[in-house]
């Protein structure tokens, strides 16, 4: 079991070792491991907008895929990783690869250009994307960790995962807020879930006890840095 | 009523409550359906009766069961609302009653039936009760809307409007008459070529109607409403009580008159007593209860306290068992409550017309006069209360502003009528522009809309292959599927409530207690744990909120830790504020007020100035280390803190560093680091401020996010209801401001976006009215710069104290050693 520590980097991460391995907490939801040049990110849901639309007929703003594309470049160009590791659900549905609109097809393609992509299969997109570039796994071995979409129960030291889009209600005084958050007690982490679409799941949920032996560090997204919150400070929704 | 039945034509019923409106309304209807022939086939609905609340449908029901079975009338009555169980409403669609009574959105799902043409079919008469309360707003643009369908299905029913008394009838005419159609107002050429997705191109309307002979039959037919008017009943008697000689500087409760306002209580058979917050109606129910020796039977009623309880109240009012009942708009309007024979209004009413409603609740006799007793919490509300009583003697009343009808509302009736059978385009915008509210809707207008429910209206075509509604071969347009219209069904209607949750009995280990009532989730947000507060008249500690539940437990606190009032909820009417203005401005007016609101006036004549009618007075002061700058615009709370968030931003950018800033019905007050003597008022206040200035501060604001989100549910882009789905355990939240966001970055002229800022600036921003405003006070603004407070920004700089510690025992020490300092300063 590793102990926890962490402090804040200059780009307003939270610089922490999970199971030995180096690694920063961005302010947009990606995890870095610079000591590797590796990105991962978590539970994109490409085109969830359009999904509502072709399943009840629920016209959501179809420009969720670009805005998750935005963010995503945005960490491409102040990063340059040579490593991309999506951690499952980046398609919201196994069909949401042939929506896509060829502009944002054009894009996703182009996140390959000079490094290797990773997809990690999750519940929501079981055989992965068919036609972009990269390789398709059930999980990953990088830098010692484990990769993969949905965390397994009980002690599972060097996991890294996705899948519940972990959510922080903080409050302080009189004031709350409700944030999303990376969850982690040093050994494991769990990501925050970073499509555009995508809600959140208060970290005060059963989902998350099976995964805990003693109380974890939320680690919530704050306008341009990482804000690290003791369990006490956490309420439910 | 009857002569105008008769001849088929439109009417407005304008009378004073208890003049016997509604029977009035039904009779004609009654005579017919008595003297109609028999007939083989089962007839359709006859009279369809829309009223704003449920409960009024159903008392109606009741009402009307008494003549018809005392006079063995063949007639069948039967109301239709949320609450009506699934067979009858089975039954109901089989077997249509005569007369259906029901509300506006049980007939907006009529509506969207397949079979809505032919049940109506037979229909001759709608009647809409309550109409001076249902046409401003969305759900009025819905109705109307509605009934240009029924006429549709049914050309010659006839309209009836039952309605109290407005300041002006052809507003409400508007509303409810039928729009001969004109051509549209299109421009040389103007129609968007290719910008729209339909496919299926309308040959323009305008073209089609101007070179046909007027249509024939039903559409010869003058659909202009006439104007029934009910005798008035007698004057009412209104007092304004001045208790103990002695008018409040500040305040919104009214503390000060209770003892009187008891005594008042105890000598009348049965008084309502209206306040205009529920947190006034908690405070003055509390207080009265301090002082009730003689353990009169006195209750509460407002929107937050459980059905059930409010219920209680209501029956027991009935029967004559209750002695006062403190009350708010939730009594407004409606049922008649038994032996009413005194009304008493704590703090300003805010308007004329919402007050003389509230006289209509007392004496349901025509021949009596209603009593009244207004009590003003504050000298400003002294002033407005004078105004008020004179207005309602006179006759004078608040006027509403003319209204567009809403896009998002438009998009949910466009769905509807898909739902129920397929429509062509041009018909269907032919047939819009009949309702009163879209008579002036623009072709480009409706296209989008059209293109908003099809595919979403967005920019990125990515959703053509999903419509929602299509075109078919024949050019008309229907509903994709089955399941689209499941899922439309569960979802009409117009009211977004605030998210309330449930308050109830309990600690964190006991859940699921008694339930007390509901309330804004916003109010709870403000409290931790071990906060006390008064709700349903008691006093309660807060423990949790889980999920949609706040547990609280009984405390036996005396002083509870009162939240802000947070004011007056309803703005002051335009009328009542000129008229206020008027009253400050000529001296022979003030020998009607008490004599410290009179030695008041006059010191602020004295050491400041007395604005004249149609000035704007603007102060500017040092006090402690602050520089202060009041003005007094008589706009209402809520232009007023629209006004001061922009101006701040401005003195802002001016350099003088505003630190806050406190806003009331009167007046507004902002304090900086710097004096704010030498500025540019004029450029201060310059109109521009409502262009670029509001846009960004807006688009910040929480304000778009909640208009956002009640337009993205009533357009149906957002559904409350999925049919077959149930949540699963974990929650997770996908809110619309995700949506909103999204949105707003990459299409910020879509069609909802545009809904949402409207919807802001009108409601809560009052920004039409901060516009009419800034431009009547352009170069007349009077610069008072003072070397100490005036007696006018005492009222205003008191508030800045009580916005923050209210209750707490050694905050109102403070505030009060504040207050006596303050007054010394202006007055000596």
């Known amino acids: 079991m590793s102990t926890l520590s962490f402090n804040i980097s200059d780009c307003g991460g939270l610089k922490i070792e999970i199971f030995g391995t180096r690694a920063t907490l961005r302010h947009s939801g990606a995890l870095w491991l610079e000591g590797h040049r590796t990105l991962v990110v978590a539970d994109l849901h490409f085109e969830k907008g359009s999904s509502y639309a072709a399943r009840f007929g629920q016209m959501l703003p179809p420009y969720d895929t670009r805005e998750t594309l935005d963010r995503l470049e945005r960490e491409l160009a102040a990063l340059s990783p040579a490593t991309l590791v999506f951690l499952g659900d980046s398609f919201h549905d196994g069909a949401g690869e042939e929506r896509l609109p060829p502009e944002d097809r054009t894009r996703i393609a182009a996140l390959a250009l000079g490094r290797e992509l990773v997809w990690a299969v999750g519940n929501h997109d079981e055989d992965g994307p068919r036609t972009l570039p990269g390789a398709v796994v059930d999980e990953a071995v990088i830098a010692g960790l484990t990769f993969r ?32 958050c990376f969850v982690t007690d040093g050994a494991r982490l769990v990501l925050p879930a970073f499509g555009a679409f995508t809600g959140g799941l208060n970290i005060l949920d059963a989902a998350f006890a099976p995964l805990f032996g003693t109380p974890p560090l939320a680690a919530a997204l704050g306008r341009g840095r990482v804000h690290a919150v003791g369990w006490k400070s956490l309420r439910p929704d | 009523m009857i002569e105008k039945g008769r001849q088929g034509r439109d009417v407005l019923l304008i009378a004073p409550t208890g003049g016997g409106k509604t029977l009035a309304g039904f009779l004609p209807s009654l005579i017919e359906l ?46 239709r609302t949320g609450d009506t169980g699934e067979s009858r409403k089975a039954r109901q669609r089989l077997k249509p009653p005569d007369i259906l009574l029901t509300t506006p959105e049980q007939l907006a799902l009529f509506c969207a039936w397949e079979g809505a043409r032919n049940y109506f079919a037979d229909l001759s008469c709608v009647i809409i009760d309550v109409a001076h309360a249902m046409w401003p707003n969305k759900r009025g643009d819905l109705l109307a809307l509605d009934l240009a ?63 046909t002979p007027p249509p024939q039959g039903e559409d010869l037919m003058d659909h202009t409403v006439d104007l029934v008017l009910g005798a008035g009943g007698a004057q009412p008697i209104v007092e304004v009580l001045i208790s103990g000689g002695k008018v409040p500087w500040a305040g919104h409760t009214a503390e000060h008159a209770m003892a009187e306002v008891y005594q008042i209580i105890k000598s009348s058979k049965t008084a309502l007593v209206f306040v205009n917050t529920r947190f006034q109606a ?59 024979d ?37 000298r400003f509300e002294m002033l407005e209360c004078r105004a008020a009583a004179d207005a309602i003697l006179g006759g004078h009343l608040d006027g509403e502003p003319a209204r567009t009808g809403a896009l998002d509302v438009l998009a949910q009736h466009v769905m509807g009528c898909a739902c129920s059978e397929p429509f062509a385009l041009t018909a269907l915008y032919d047939e819009i522009r ?23 209206g967005y920019a990125l075509k990515s959703y053509d292959k999903f419509r929602r509604i299509v075109p078919g071969p024949d050019g008309l347009w229907r509903a994709r599927n089955a399941q689209t219209i499941q899922r439309h069904r569960m979802n009409v209607g117009t009211i977004v409530t605030a998210a309330v949750v449930n308050v109830r009995v309990g600690g964190k280990r006991s859940m699921g207690g008694r339930k007390v009532g509901e309330a804004e989730e916003g109010f709870f947000e403000q409290m931790k744990p071990g906060d006390t507060f008064v709700f349903a008249g008691q006093v309660w500690r ?58 008041w006036l006059g010191y602020q004549k004295l050491r400041s100035i007395m604005p004249g009618e149609d000035e704007l007075l603007l102060e500017t002061f040092p006090r402690g280390k602050r520089f202060h700058l009041v003005f007094y615009s008589f706009e209402g709370r809520l232009a007023h803190t629209t006004l001061a968030m922009l101006l701040t ?41 409502l262009g670029d200035d509001l846009e960004a501060w807006l688009n910040e604001s929480f304000l778009m996010k909640r208009a956002f989100k009640a337009c993205a549910l009533i357009s149906g882009l957002i559904e409350r209801r999925h049919p077959g789905e149930e949540k699963s355990g974990r929650q997770v939240t996908f809110s619309t401001d995700l949506i909103y966001d999204v949105l707003r970055r990459h299409q910020p002229d879509h069609l909802l976006l545009r809904c949402a800022r409207a919807d802001a600036a009108a409601g809560s921003l009052d920004v039409g009215r901060l516009g009419d405003m800034l431009e009547r006070i352009q170069g007349k603004i009077r610069h008072a710069a003072l070397d100490r407070v005036s007696p006018f920004a005492v009222p205003i700089m008191l508030e800045i104290g009580r916005e923050r510690a209210p209750g707490d025992a050694a905050g109102e020490m403070i505030l009060a050693e504040a207050e006596e300092d303050l007054i010394a300063e202006a007055m000596s």
């Open chain 2, 542 to 599: 807060f423990n949790s909120l889980v999920g949609t539940d706040a547990f609280v437990s009984p405390a036996a606190d005396k002083d509870p830790m009162m939240p802000a009032w947070g004011g007056s909820k309803f703005p002051l009417s335009t009328y009542l504020a000129s008229r206020v203005r008027a009253m400050m401005h000529d001296e022979r007016e003030w020998a009607a007020l008490p004599a410290d609101v009179q030695e």
């Open chain 2, 282 to 340: 908690e405070f003055a129910f509390q207080e009265l209860w301090k002082l009730n020796d003689d353990g009169l039977a006195i209750a509460l009623h407002h929107g937050s306290l459980a059905a059930e309880q409010r219920r209680k109240v209501e029956a027991a009012m009935a029967r004559g068992e209750i002695r006062a009942v403190v009350c708010t708009s939730t009594l407004d309007m409606g049922i008649d409550w038994g032996d009413v």
């Open chain 2, 434 to 456: 009949t309702a009163g509210p879209y008579a002036d809707l623009e072709w480009e207008d409706f296209e989008t809309v059209v293109d908003f429910v099809s595919t979403g």
């Open chain 1, 149 to 180: 979409h949905e965390p397994l129960h009980g002690d599972q030291p060097g996991e890294v995962a996705g899948h519940l889009h972990p959510a922080a209600r903080v409050t302080s005084g009189r004031a709350s807020v409700r944030r999303r």
């Open chain 2, 149 to 211: 369908r029924l006429q549709r299905f049914a050309p010659k029913m006839r309209r009836v409007g039952l309605s109290a008394t407005v300041n002006d009838p052809d507003l409400v005419r508007r509303w409810l008459g039928f729009h001969r159609e004109t051509p549209p107002p299109v421009g040389e050429g103007t129609r968007s070529v290719g910008g729209g997705s339909l496919t299926t191109q309308p040959t323009p309307p305008s073209v089609d109607l101007q070179s």
């Open chain 2, 649 to 689: 931003r401005r003195l802002d950018r001016m350099g003088v560093g505003p630190l806050g800033f406190v806003a009331n019905d009167y007046a507004v007050n902002i304090w900086s680091l710097k004096s704010m003597e030498e500025l540019d008022l004029d450029e201060l206040f310059a109109q521009d401020m």
């Open chain 2, 34 to 79: 008595t003297e109609r022939a028999p007939r083989n086939t089962p007839a359709g609905v006859h009279t369809l009766y829309i009223s704003p609340l449920k409960a009024l449908a159903v008392d109606i029901e009741r009402n009307l069961a008494t003549p018809i079975r005392e006079m063995g009338l063949k007639i069948t009555a039967e109301s």
């Open chain 2, 342 to 378: 005194l009304v008493i209004q704590l703090a300003a009413p805010k308007g004329a017309s919402r007050m003389v409603q509230r006289i209509g609740r007392a004496n349901h006799r025509l021949d009596e006069p209603s009593r009244a007793l207004l009590v003003p919490a504050s």
